[in-house]
């Protein structure tokens, strides 16, 4: 009688490093095969650690997406570095993405001051808009590099090379039992992903300095038999953005919160009433008891 081995299950955290705007939450999204992350043009989009699950028969890899990594001016700035450190103490593998048209030595002196001390995959990506000459020379150089494992050439947001990342992983996840539910897609509540939504319609429709400034907290979610009834309170420093915020004669806010809420609806897959406040909580940001009312522990 043939006796076949047992199959050895993987499983561990990925956490995913590199500069504003480097791409971090496309390429979570594209792993993912889901819109978890918000995205933005704008640099400094991501604030929490946010976690998304990919379960599989043999391996379950929990990837999580951190904020760019930045020298902090405020306290809310110094939460969102603190996620990062948290992110460093429990990786078992790290993906270091980097702007391929961005300055790559900049990145390579940021990785390694992290002091990693886990393999590392170095992501190219936004490859797609540079030549392969310069595709070939930044290969090169991060091929170099102690802390690097292997160099993969990606475009997050094309979806071209992601595929290359799972398979990449799992060759140094270590042997493990699943530590979440196969169902399981992220470990944090449906209101925080709302409240994201509205935030990132914040960043793609107010200029300048509104949308970080900003933040949103859920004061109602209530899922009724033929809607979800959804209150958000819109949070800002000063009067004069309150009323950019409303905008004249209300315009803006009313423009806000229907885009939030097409966005919301197509998230959780039935009708939703969004109702929107803007309230002003001067320097917030650099507030304590604030930042821990607003989610940022």
Known sequence: MLILP????????????????????????????????IVSPKVQTTRHRIKGIVTESEYQIIFSDTPGIISPKYKLQEKMMDAVKSALEDADVAILLVDINDDYQAAHELFDALKLRVPALVLLNKIDKAKKSKIDT??????????????????????????????????????????FGEDELTDLPTRFFVAEMVREKIFELYQ????????????EFKEKSTLTKISADIIVQRETQKMILLGEKGSMIKKLGTESRISIEQFLDRKVFLELFVKVRPKWRDNDLFLKEYGYH
Not at 15 to 32: E, V
């Open 6 to 37: 047992l199959q050895t299950m993987k499983a561990g955290f990925v956490n995913i490093f590199g500069k504003p705007n480097a791409g971090k939450s496309t390429l979570l999204n594209a792993i993912l095969g889901e819109r978890l992350a």
């Open 138 to 179: 930044v290969q090169q150089f991060f091929s170099e590099k102690g802390y690097c494992k292997k160099v993969i050439s990606i475009s997050a947001l094309q979806n071209i090379g992601v595929e290359q990342v799972i398979p990449e992983v799992l060759n140094y996840l270590p042997e493990s039992e699943p530590f």
């Open 208 to 219: 300048e300095e509104i949308p970080y400034h900003t933040t949103v907290q859920i004061r």
